[in-house]
């Protein structure tokens, strides 16, 4: 993630910058605010802005329950108690801003969440800079043929290579008719005076969706969370889920009781269905049940077998 | 708006905290951040956090439209071109949570905004304190004969006094009876041993909506210019609209570009429609045009007059 | 659940109304549609409009995921496929329009959720008619000690008869005296011509939380699922409780396979935290666990111990 | 727009289904249910399903406005009032559902809007179809200098051919070579059983943003309309702007009422600023006004100009 210079001294006066505010402030996540967080090979995120703490949420918590929950005696059993029981209004009360570069293709899937607040960069009006993500040689996954969505094993040797080279080629290809076509220097005079240059709204649907764009993306904890859960998952792509990664890590910084109850809750736990749940019942009372007997399908006591680490 | 000494004393603690931070701050806003702001006769609206300023508008619509924002010399004229052009989405990067007392039949009109996070006390879980909402005597609005939602001039005398009394004697007897049937004391003890006391969630329907709930409510600054431009306009009810020129004092503190722009484009001034336009530039041509061959209706006519300061 | 000759009129005529449709139409619910289902004692459900069926979901899923739902062999396996992986968006292609009347304590609770499209009778503009909610004895529920939103047993005797009392007096004293501050009969005319009559937006706000309001209401399948999940659940209040079981019935009627799936993997299962997955493992492996050594709260061991049918 | 048999079978198989329903039904919009309507050189708009007319509006805006809206003599007029005053909410009662097929460029300004449902065909799922969009000569628009987003005229003669000539060229050799990557023929099979070939989800990345993708999309009448709003626009980039002009052709089938109103008081009139409308006051009173004495900005003064059909 090789950041220009004047990207590099925008960043240091951001973070250099400094002043009082009556407002809850989290010391663990002002210390990375606004520093690149490197993923994959040309992207970032960079933590922009926040509001609110673990305090917000139990604040708001108290607000609806009232009295009620001063019988909670303190404020992680409380965040554990909505996580468990999905009282989600008062994680909608913290906020957080990030700053994002990563592929189109990564783009296009991450958009899908649609509550949040996106400003991307626009090749409508600009014109993109020549990068573009190439996989590390580890991560170029084969298509699996039983699992129509996951990789499998890697490719290797020659086929890696073949790959790579293509994907290079055909980026570098594309950019630089990108370029000719747009006939645009970076100050945006004309490279050859005698052609006029397609506009930049067309000449934009030349390039392929590794290209990097960039965008700021703002969201409140609960959303957030919900995107987590589907992206730092094992089912999401590879390339999105660094990028949920690295967030996780920021959010542990921000909010760390209810990033633990997310953790505890959400992303460790297992959802039982009420076919399910008779059979662990079942197994608890010792009972030998095998597939034929549940009631639930081949797939599903294979995907249940796997929740209770048990051999199907 | 009498707070209680407990009260009080939060405000105060929250008010004396104070902290370094990176964050974007707006001292003219942290000025009165915690305060309540009087409403009506016993409400009141609070800023307890925010997110961004002025330049978090100016910084998305830069990394929107690129290197084509240079142009625009400064962040007021480019804060005015995206609130013209209803380029929105710049306004979405700000954000603000409010603690806001309300009478409950305000805070049914205030939800119909869906696109913000509410976290409302709850009295299915605790016991509404005894404050209701009595209109000042000259806000008594007589229902209009010919628009059907406004008011128009005030009662007076004996049916004023009449009508004050019945609110107020109405109020009394459903809260006490409110108290009856919970049988529970402010520690949650019964107060008649000998009864069991009816479940809170149950008593509640016998409040009217005169009576005043609280909640935190947390929106962005586009969806609040959206809350604004229909609450504080005139034909909003009185009592929300209290609401809402309080807040828009605390937007002119907080984003005191965007509320300008604001102020220019949306409630300051009028959308023409097809044929309105059409009249519009036959008047500025020096025709003398009428309402019956406008083309408009003569309710649409009379509209148009009114946003000319025309005599129809 | 009396309804007037006009409404009566109104639905036989929507009912006596028939149309020639290339659209999936689903006979099942066309048979109950805009029939009112009744709820509580004044309340009403109608079904009064629907978009899509079971297949419109199965649809939606194989455009998205293309060939590779060609496997699925069909649409059964498909949706419950869907539902347990949480493939949320193919239950969106699905719409209903529900006409709904209910107490406005809760249309308080349903409005919090945010997803649906609205449109409520106006008391600004019309004058609500003098009905309101009275519970059924066996529903006075008493305040729970242990668990602050429950109900536990309900009021008998001397103590039911007298709540009865209170909220049926209370209710038509202030029923009664809005229509004194209103002054205006059935056809807008006032009922002493010598005295103005309170604007309808005011008068409103001395009527109790018990009385009927009724709504359009139109949502997708997803959302419809996420509201009577936490609607329908034991732990929502027995009134909102009541429309959303009506409700359910409507969905089996529209797209019974999706409505199974719901039963399946949302309202009959459960979700498991990471630790009370670890319990369940050892469990099932034969080991004696205890609250203790469990790494859970009492609570949570609790919740546990009930949602595996065991004695804690 | 050259759709395989094996489309165009389904198409009449879905147009040949025809069930008796007891809803609203549009017989205009029936006429072409399920047709594709042809938008650039391969895209389509199909409308395959919907929800409501002119009548659902005008019912929502009765149990809102109750018996105030009696006085409103007929449908048009009540529609034309609601669009008038933002009265929105009725609006949404309407539904409708599209199949798109459209270039991934105009899919990612679309995806912008966020209040509809989508489906999209997942090239991580499947394999996309070698189909990409290349711009009429005609609309090969050059960069203009004094707007950044819009085109200015066309590319002519050979400057034009080098650009038709670079795009076809890049888009077969980026299709072959996601072809030769994925290893896999139409059936799934192996190309070159020698090789493992690279995961879908990776080799898509291959691909420009001018290759065709399609969705489901499903989104009330008030967003429809915002949309159409916002892509029919004069300052939309063509492509889109194409798909929203055959969209308006089928809300005119459809809601010729709301569609009428939409032309008078959206796509036709004009919104003026505060100081716009002081100027316009001014001109019709005679005034000379000239842009140094409006208050106007040079840019806002030629917008108001140009609004009022008037030389600047």
Redesign the interface.
């Known amino acids: 993630m090789p950041l220009t210079p004047e990207q590099l001294e925008e960043i240091e006066a ?2 250099a ?9 989290v ?1 663990e996540l ?1 210390e990375i ?2 520093q690149p967080l490197a993923v994959l090979d040309h992207g970032f995120v960079r933590v922009v ?4 703490d673990d305090g ?1 949420i139990v ?3 108290r ?6 929950t001063k019988r909670v005696s303190e404020d992680r ?1 409380l965040i ?2 909505l996580m ?3 009282h989600t ?2 994680f ?2 913290c ?1 957080i ?1 990030y ?1 994002v570069k990563l ?3 990564v783009a ?1 899937q991450w ?2 969440h ?2 949040a ?6 090749a ?4 993109l800079d020549n990068e573009f ?1 190439i ?1 590390a040689p580890e991560d ?5 043929r039983s699992n ?4 499998g094993q890697s ?1 290797e040797g020659e ?1 890696a290579r073949r ?1 790579l080279h ?2 290079r ?2 980026a570098e ?2 950019y630089g ?1 990108y370029t ?3 006939n ?1 220097d970076d100050a ?1 005079a004309p490279i050859d005076p005698e ?8 000449a ?7 290209f990097y764009t ?3 993306w ?1 969201i ?1 904890l609960l959303n957030l969370f919900h995107f987590l859960s ?1 992206r730092a998952d094992d ?1 999401a ?1 590879h390339e999105i889920r660094a990028y949920a990664e690295v967030m996780i890590e920021t959010v542990k910084r921000w909010v760390p009781l209810a990033a633990d109850a997310f ?3 959400r ?11 008779e059979v ?2 079942r ?2 009372g ?1 009972e030998d049940v095998g597939q034929e007997e549940s009631g639930l ?1 081949k ?2 006591w294979r ?1 249940l077998m796997e ?4 051999q199907g």
Do not use: C
């Open positions: 951001q973070r910058a400094s002043a009082e505010t009556r407002r809850p402030t010391p002002e605010l606004y802005d926040y509001m609110g917000a604040q708001a918590a607000v609806s329950y009232g009295k009620g059993g554990n108690y468990r029981h999905r209004t008062p909608e009360m906020e801003k700053h592929p189109i293709f296009r958009i899908r649609r509550t607040n996106v400003n991307e960069y626009s409508r009006y600009s014109i993500y996989p170029l996954g084969v298509q699996s129509r969505q996951g990789r490719l086929e790959v293509l994907l080629e055909d290809k594309v008719d000719e076509m747009l645009e945006g052609r006029q240059g397609l506009s930049r709204e067309l934009r649907m030349n390039l392929t969706l590794n960039q965008w700021y703002k409140d589907l089912h792509q953790a505890q809750y992303m460790g736990g297992a959802n039982l269905s009420a076919t399910g749940l662990v019942k197994l608890i010792g399908s797939r599903e995907e929740t209770l680490g048990r």
